[in-house]
């Protein structure tokens, strides 16, 4: 069974209803949208994450009340370098809808999401613990999963997969 | 919603107040979580879980290996679930690839999916009632739970560590004499609910140590990413095998228990009928199997049976290219989420277009309904705290990967 393209016209995806409400809220938010293998990915820009977060989980029509994931994509050797993924889930209308921020690799920071879905404090500490990505105005950004004295980041695609010796 | 980011607990604030350290190494808490707990005489005041005693950074190690080479990793993520885990990569690996799966290796994937939730279902259930005293449910829970790995044993050769999906598939056709056992066991598991129930249900101590214990509404869970059992004791009506489904659940029929109350005894009541819906769900699996191949007509992807690599040259080649360089997925992303016995359990699968997986994510259902053990147990005593743990059902194999 031979995949259909995937779509990233924006025009096209116009009738999603996430989509829909954060193009008509601001246009610049979004810089990029892709329909691929029934699941749809939004790029928001990082200046903007947060308030596009509130935007889709107070949405009266299709509320993205749940928080399902939040993890990370390192693209070493690209600039930008990381994609900071959030997966939401409307439970009312069984809808999910995949959030993305690019970010650079000199000192990835983006504003954290803990004050909308509690949710995220586990999973913004365990990206920040596996990907050295910093989450501004997160309530105790800690490691999560390594030892509190650490050194690097393992998920980073520069870190070895036996680790350093 | 301030109140469900609490403090983190370091050093006490009140003189009145002292840390008190439990676990990691603590019968009850089922594994090797540790939590810091700042306690006022017998109440605790505030929560704190320390995790990641277990990391074994799992998604590193996916990064690594072949796509096929991963499903035995995700076995060792949620030990008491391994076909869930199984289900879920190799479900999300055919959405990468476009694989069409023949009809008797998904209702295979099904029939053995709720025998494994019954399986997890029965360790939680003797643990738990043997966290809070009654001892005896145990011994009963492993007696059918014995019976259960026995089946995987026949079907996968494994108890625990089944590793019997493959992408396209299954790894072998289930073995003469399988159905009857699980038919067998089937009929036989109703009854044994039963004496769980009598043991437990109208227990009048039971009833004093969950009704009303570690309670939590159906906001705040939602809030903080409960799933599963949790998020319905709570009142949520919301199962992804009925609301989401994935390898042919919208062809079975069951209910999908819930209930208002949120507390231990609602979510105790919540998995003992799933433990009944389960087994109704295997009997219609074994009832309407459905004849036919039991992987994907894809031999670029699935390994050729063992007959053909030994007759025909073509199936050998493909049996070395897929040995030795595993098979190329088409660059993409996939989020893939299954409804395993502790809830949302979802793989992030990225790949870049080689025969590696660029990075495999496991959303842990486990790591996200941790988060409400401090809500559960602040203001409470010390005691209920072990009943609040036993009652989300963790596994920190899952949350520390």
């Known amino acids: ?165 | 919603m301030a109140h469900l980011t609490p403090m983190p607990v370091l050093e006490p604030v009140e003189d009145r107040t002292m840390i008190l350290n439990m676990g990691p190494q603590h019968p009850s808490t089922h594994g090797v979580l540790r939590l810091i707990l700042e306690i006022d005489g017998e109440t605790v005041v505030r929560m704190m879980p320390d995790i990641g005693y277990l990391h074994t950074g799992i998604e590193k190690t996916c990064e690594a290996k072949f796509y096929q080479q991963v499903v035995p990793l995700t076995d060792r993520i949620d030990y008491l679930c391994p076909l869930t885990n199984n289900l879920c990569y190799c479900l999300a690996v055919e959405k990468l690839l476009g694989l069409e799966i023949p009809p008797k290796a998904q209702w295979m994937r099904v029939l053995l999916n709720e025998l494994t939730r019954i399986n997890s279902h029965l360790v939680w259930l003797g643990t738990h009632a043997l966290d809070i005293g009654a001892m005896s449910v145990f011994l009963y829970c492993f007696r059918e739970r014995e019976d259960i790995l026995r089946l995987f044993e026949m079907v996968s050769g494994q108890r625990m560590m089944t590793s019997y999906f493959r992408i396209g598939g299954l790894a072998l056709e289930p073995p003469i004499g399988f159905f009857e056992r699980a038919r067998d066991f089937a009929n036989r598991f109703p009854s044994k609910v039963d004496e769980y129930e009598n043991l437990l249900t109208g227990n009048p101590i039971w009833m004093m140590r969950t009704k009303g214990v570690a309670k939590i509404t159906a906001e705040d869970a939602l809030a903080l990413g409960a799933s599963g059992p949790t998020l319905r004791g709570s009142g949520v009506d919301f199962d992804l095998r009925r609301d989401m489904p994935y390898s042919s659940y919208e062809r079975f029929k069951f209910k999908v228990p819930t209930s208002t109350d949120g507390d231990v005894f609602a979510r105790y009541m919540c998995r003992v009928q799933e433990l009944r819906e389960s087994i109704a769900i295997v009997q219609q699996a074994l009832d309407g199997m459905p004849e036919g191949a039991i992987k994907a007509d894809a031999p670029k992807v699935v390994l050729p049976d063992r007959e053909k690599m030994k007759t025909q040259m073509e199936a050998l080649i493909y049996h070395f290219k897929i040995i030795t360089e595993g098979f190329a997925v088409p660059a993409g992303e996939v989020y893939q989420a299954v409804e395993s016995p502790r809830g949302e359990m979802g793989y992030y699968v990225v790949s870049d277009g080689t025969a590696k997986p660029y990075r495999v994510h496991m959303r842990a259902a486990c790591l996200a309904n941790l988060q409400t053990l401090p809500m559960m147990c602040e203001g409470r005593l010390i005691a209920d705290v072990v009943a609040a743990i036993g009652s989300i059902d963790i596994v920190l194999g899952e949350i520390d990967r």
């Open chain 1, 1 to 165: 069974m031979p995949l259909p393209p995937a779509i990233t016209d924006l025009e096209q995806l116009k009738s999603h209803p996430a989509i829909a409400k954060l193009l008509a809220w601001n246009p610049v938010a979004v810089e990029e949208a892709r329909f691929d293998r029934d699941e749809i990915s939004i790029y928001i820009n990082r200046d903007f994450i947060r308030q596009a977060c509130v935007l889709l989980r107070d949405n009266p029509e299709c509320p993205f009340n749940f928080l399902s994931d939040v993890s990370c994509v390192d693209w070493l050797p690209q600039e930008p370098r990381f994609e900071v993924v959030y997966h939401l889930l409307s439970i009312s209308n069984k809808e999910r809808v995949r959030l993305k921020v690019r970010l650079d690799g000199g000192s990835p920071a983006v504003d954290s999401v803990t004050s909308i879905w509690p949710a995220a404090n586990y999973f913004e500490r365990e990206v920040y613990d596996l990907f050295g990505v910093r989450f501004t105005g997160h309530p105790y950004l800690r490691r999560l999963l390594m030892p509190e004295d650490w050194e690097g980041y393992p998920l980073r695609k520069d870190y070895p997969v036996e680790g350093y010796r």
